[in-house]
T-cell receptor, first 113, second 109 residues
């Protein structure tokens, strides 16, 4: 969905480095999410934010932190990257209505050497 | 959060109708049922959503029985481009979604 953008799209980094993945949306949604996906597996929720002041841990938040700079921006940081954080990372947004339909960005492919 | 169970994989041929069933035995009264489609290296894409009975859009139909403990995604006359992973989720608006492993649909020519 072009209304949800992620930068960078691809990133190769080394163990121990700090890295930030950024997500921006123009959909005007209050809710934003970060997921990771490992090859052949489903998506796992890292962090989610229901508004600028409401940030919650997901099922695999260890080793990650987030910042909700504005309604439209939600960043994911790996404080000290390790190889098992190599994965595809997706950002998503949703609005506060009914069934929380989520709209996903194109993904960031992260490789930690 | 309601747990869902769906087949790991399914195979079909072009032009056939495909039905993927999802079990959600502990669905709550206010939960909606949503299906997403994911192609390799892309984010999941919303397909269809429903609360009860039947919902149809230009892509698929969703059948939900009266007890709402299961739902069936129906894809009419699939093509090769329907090869993807399909996820069934149930969620109330204040809860974050959890994606399972989904159903991997392979459409053969």
């Amino acid at each position: 969905d072009a209304d949800v953008t992620q930068t960078p799209r691809n990133r190769i980094t080394k163990t121990g480095k700090r890295i930030m993945l950024e997500c921006s949306q123009t959909k005007g949604h209050d809710r934003m999410y970060w997921y990771r996906q490992d090859p052949g597996l489903g998506l796992r929720l890292i962090y989610y934010s229901f508004d600028v002041k409401d940030i919650n841990k997901g099922e695999i938040s260890d080793g990650y932190s987030v910042s909700r700079q504005a309604q439209a921006k939600f960043s994911l940081s790996l404080e000290s990257a390790i190889p098992n954080q190599t994965a595809l990372y997706f950002c998503a947004t949703s609005d506060f209505s009914g069934a929380d339909t989520q709209y996903f960005g194109p993904g960031t492919r992260l490789t930690v050497l | 959060l309601a747990k869902t169970t769906q087949p790991i994989s399914m195979d079909s041929y072009e032009g056939q109708e495909v039905n993927i069933t999802c079990s959600h035995n502990n669905i709550a009264t206010n939960d909606y049922i949503t299906w997403y489609q994911q192609f390799p290296s892309q984010g999941p894409r919303f397909i269809i959503q429903g609360y009860k009975t039947k919902v149809t859009n230009e892509v698929a139909s969703l059948f939900i029985p009266a007890d709402r403990k299961s739902s069936t995604l129906s894809l009419p006359r699939v093509s090769l481009s329907d090869t993807a992973v399909y996820y069934c989720l149930v969620a109330l608006s204040r809860r974050a979604l959890t994606f399972g492993s989904g159903t991997r649909l392979q459409v053969q020519p």
